[in-house]
């Protein structure tokens, strides 16, 4: 039968690479999978489609991850395994506060972050975090959601865990770790080791295309990535996306030089002193803009308009604001008057997304404008742009209107209005917005609905 052919290739492939009778890693099973669908067809057991249908699509997601060495993998201690949060793995240093993990990125360390919950932290410094371990939370949670949309590798229901804060340490049943040491968070296994572990790419079988060739014939629906730079780009086309989904703009801030550019725009009272900074970050957004456009060409990219609170840009702590007023050149009470404006308990209904977008015209403005000429530099070298701007958050259709003549407006003063095609969308996270959504469909080309914040507002239960 079917099975017993499937099982006997499967085997075969274990037993060449040396596996059989050892612990598989995560990349040979995937291999071996799609390998064994693709023989058996050529043995002509099996369909296309029955081939197309037996391989588990989770395991595609370990194809685009860094894994355990498996050779390296037994000769470490395992400390702790929890719910497994995503499909990365990361090595770095543990932190226990949050407004560290930008100070420890700043240095070139690799950070591991270590908290009981999610809830109520500023998300936007997650961004330099290379893992996270969080005590709380299953694979429905806000904190599982939000890790996996950052990349990060991750382990959550960690019930081993116990933190110690204030004392800058925390242990694992009774091994005791502090900040600073090194962990390496696989998150595919909810596995935690302690110390570095030298981490290899997973390999794309030969197969792979012959698989996915067969998967194209029989789809009925586009899949496209969601990326934030260069990188994920190109490993999104290289997997065979048709297009970009998904692209948020905060994610291209990361670099620490942006970073300061970004809060300075924020901070600064004088129009020309902030209109320098956002002129600094059009310049870095329009180059990844550019990017995207000729790795994409010819295919949709949807680009998300800056989401998170402003107040999330910031350090909560005396101590961070002092070090940002150092760094950015600018006097303390300043920085303290602007955080306590910004400053929200629940910052995923507050002043983010669209709302963001009203009160601060000139961040919309700016992307808008830095997209708008990366299309147009890549129309000059013969590539297709086709950009589409996505408005989250939005509540009424004024919203909608007013983003949309701020949008209108950038393309018609960079000279784009005749010469490139752009769509507008909306992300319904609101209940309002999707039960008004036949009013909306009228201002817009797209929608796309936002599930988890969907569900947080309508049942009135918070995830994390």
């Known amino acids: 039968c079917v099975v017993f052919f499937f099982f006997k290739q499967k085997t075969a492939y274990e037993m060449q690479r040396g596996l059989v009778g050892s612990e598989m890693c995560i990349r040979d099973r995937v291999n071996a999978e799609i390998k064994t669908a693709v023989d058996l067809v050529k043995e002509k057991t099996q369909t296309e489609l029955e081939a197309v249908k037996k391989v588990n699509a989770p395991v595609f997601n370990f194809l685009q991850r860094k894994i355990i060495d498996p050779n390296n993998k037994n000769t470490y201690k395992m400390l702790a395994k929890g719910f497994p949060g995503s499909m990365q793995t990361a090595s770095g240093h543990v932190v226990f506060d949050i407004d560290k993990i930008e100070a420890f990125h700043n240095k070139g360390k690799k950070v591991i972050f270590v908290t009981e919950s999610l809830y109520g932290q500023k998300y936007a410094a997650l961004r330099f975090a290379d893992g996270v371990i969080v005590q709380r939370g299953g694979a429905t949670s806000k904190n599982s959601i939000l890790l996996r949309d950052l990349g990060k590798a991750s382990v959550l229901s960690c019930y081993d865990l116990e933190i110690q804060a204030d004392l800058k340490s925390c242990t694992f049943a009774t091994h005791q770790i502090n900040e600073g040491d090194v962990l390496t968070v696989e998150g595919s296994t909810g596995e935690i080791y302690e110390a570095e572990i030298p981490l290899i790419d997973a390999e794309i079988p030969q197969e792979y295309e012959q698989l996915m060739s067969w998967v194209d014939s029989y789809k009925k629906m586009k899949v496209m990535a969601m990326a934030d730079n260069p990188k994920e780009f190109a490993l999104g086309k290289l997997l065979g996306a048709e297009g970009i989904g998904l692209c948020k703009t905060e994610q291209m801030l990361n670099d620490p030089v942006r970073m300061k550019h970004m809060r300075k725009a ?199």
């Open 266 to 464: 924020v901070l600064l009272d004088k129009p020309d002193e902030w209109k320098k900074e956002l002129d600094e970050l059009a310049h870095y957004h329009k180059e990844d803009f550019k990017a995207l456009f000729k790795i994409m060409n010819g295919l949709p990219c949807i680009f998300r308009i800056i989401d998170p609170p402003l107040n999330s840009f910031f350090p909560s702590d005396k101590e961070g604001q002092i070090k940002l007023a150092e760094e950015l050149n600018l006097p303390i009470e300043l920085i303290e008057k602007q955080y306590s404006k910004f400053a929200e308990y629940n910052p995923s209904l507050g002043l983010r997304g669209s709302r963001l977008a009203v009160m601060y015209p000139e961040l919309v403005s700016m992307q808008a404008k830095a997209l708008f000429m990366a299309a147009l530099e890549c129309i000059e070298e013969g590539f297709q742009p086709l950009p589409c701007l996505e408005l989250p958050m939005i509540s009424t259709v004024a919203e909608v209107t007013f983003l949309k003549e701020i949008i209108a407006e950038a393309a018609e003063e960079i000279g784009a209005s005749d010469k490139i095609r752009y769509k507008i969308g909306l992300l319904l996270e609101v209940p309002r917005a999707a039960l008004t959504s036949d009013e909306l469909t009228k201002e817009v080309d797209f929608m796309h609905f936002g599930t988890k914040d969907l569900t947080q507002l309508t049942c009135l239960l918070y995830t994390s």
